[in-house]
């Protein structure tokens, strides 16, 4: 499954509409977020039963500004609408998989 662009118009959607939704907020000018997303494009294609967005800082900078991006990338994971991870930097793709498996494992009511 593809990543999709989160904006300040569906962000709130997607997130609140979606079991499992990971977003990374990033500055696709920077080298760190161009070698991250192949990452992330592969973490999505290996979990189609979560959402992947991404939010370019630069274009949506009262978006980054709400969620107090200071650093790009900064993976965000939501698990029924609550932010349950947030982690500044790129992650290894292991890291990643360890990531995804443990948000889609938090029981929340709902």
């Keep these: 499954m593809a990543t999709q662009a989160l904006t300040a118009t569906n962000f709130d959607e997607v997130v609140t509409g979606n079991d499992v939704v990971f977003v990374c907020f990033c500055d696709f000018s920077s080298d760190a977020c161009?070698?991250?997303?192949?990452?992330?494009?592969?973490?999505?294609?290996?979990?189609?039963?979560?959402?992947?967005?991404?939010?370019?800082?630069?274009?949506?900078?009262?978006?980054?500004?709400?969620?107090?991006?200071?650093?790009?990338?900064?993976?965000?994971?939501?698990?029924?609408?609550?932010?349950?991870?947030?982690?500044?930097?790129?992650l290894l793709p292991e890291t990643l998989e360890d990531v995804v498996i443990q948000v889609k494992a938090i029981d929340l009511p709902g």
């Design 34 to 90: 161009r070698r991250f997303a192949s990452t992330f494009e592969a973490s999505s294609n290996e979990h189609p039963d979560v959402v992947y967005g991404t939010v370019d800082v630069q274009v949506e900078q009262g978006l980054a500004a709400a969620a107090n991006i200071s650093r790009s990338p900064t993976i965000m994971a939501y698990r029924k609408g609550v932010l349950v991870y947030s982690q500044p930097d790129g």
